[in-house]
């Protein structure tokens, strides 16, 4: 049986510099976890390592770097946008005087949901097979916002799908992700099913595509 069928997703995280990070524990019968001593306390400008039970093992499964499969003019990376690059066209992630102490700004995806479909989904390259297992995300602070879909069973070439930029209006509203309430500038997803959404809704689209 192939690794990713012996493996139940425990938890997702993204990280602001853009990581899609999840927690794995091995499928052998019933699970128990071993609590950690305590939870890492908060210290400003520090970042501690990641405590774990025994029994999970945290996997990086696309960091801010990685190619998305269908870019567009703004949007080519999982978690930088394209407002500022090096001459080789990819995002600057650490700021210097070569770039002016300037970097590319971070998307930070979050709202992390994880999906299994027995039948799996289409994507991009109409000729691939996707698999089953996806993580779907907010890019709540990208210019434009967007929603992407990590594919966990895809290879790096299409690992990350976006999957849209704007509604059937061609308005950009994906960037509020965490309004508690709905107000005038709240995206059409505070105000409808997510479900319908995570399947493809064509009230969604990625512009420049």
Known sequence: MRGR????????????????????????????????PSANARSAGYAPATALSPQLEQIAVAQ????????TAAISYYGYDNDTLNVAGQPIMVASTVSGNQEAH????DKNTYLVFRKGLSGADS?????????????????????????????????VTVLATQDDTGARRHRRFDLGSVGAEAPVHDRGPERAYLLGDPRLSVAGT
Not at 64 to 71: A, F, I, M, Y
Not at 132 to 137: A, D, E, G, I, K
């Open 127 to 159: 000729s691939f097979d996707y698999g089953t297992h996806f993580l779907f995300q907010g890019h709540e602070t990208g210019t434009p916002g967007y929603i992407t879909r990590i594919n966990l069973d895809a290879d790096a070439a299409h690992r």
């Open 64 to 71: 801010g770097s990685t190619n998305v499969e269908n870019p």
């Open 106 to 109: 971070k998307t930070e995806p």
């Open 5 to 36: 069928n012996t493996r139940l997703l425990a938890a997702c995280a993204a990280a602001t510099a853009g990581a899609g990070i999840y927690a794995a524990v091995s499928l052998g019968g019933s699970v128990t976890l071993t609590a950690v």
